[in-house]
């Protein structure tokens, strides 16, 4: 990586050090990220195709079969159709699975709150920042575009 701007690697760095420190902070329950990931979108997004929230995924409808069927044997997710056209068929994030992701995120929020604190001020400013430029960062898509 030692033809890319320094910024860049820095932030690559921190970025996938600070993700892999935060998916270890995650409860221990056998949801797989996968399954959290889907939820998020639903959270997010509102209801949807399986087809879209694989897009959202960058996965394969297929290989999202098997966490739909998770999340709806966990009543996390409910399929149902739309008034417009009752042959499409949306999932829907439940109370239940709004909740679980709450508490998902909740105790890694708590654990970064708290390695937080050992900050200054002006550093805790600077990642509140820094967390904004990444989530406009991640809706960045350069389909098309040529890869670096």
Do not use: C
């Amino acid at each position: 990586m030692d033809d890319l701007p320094e910024a860049a690697v820095r932030a690559f760095e921190g970025a996938t050090g600070l993700a892999q420190r935060m998916r270890a902070e995650r409860p221990r329950d056998g949801t797989t990220l996968s399954m959290i990931s889907a939820l998020s979108h639903l959270d997010r997004e509102g209801a949807m195709t399986a087809g879209r929230l694989a897009a959202l995924q960058r996965a394969k409808p297929q290989t999202l079969t098997r966490t739909l069927a998770r999340l709806e044997e966990r009543g996390w997710i409910e399929r149902g159709s739309t008034d417009a056209d009752r042959r499409q068929v949306l999932i829907r994030l439940t109370e239940r699975g709004g909740n679980r992701l709450y508490d998902d995120m909740r105790s890694r929020a708590v654990w970064l709150s708290r390695a937080m604190e050992t900050l200054s001020p002006t550093e805790r400013e600077v990642l509140r920042l820094a967390g904004t430029l990444m989530s406009e960062l991640a809706t960045w898509d350069d389909i098309g575009g040529d890869e670096p």
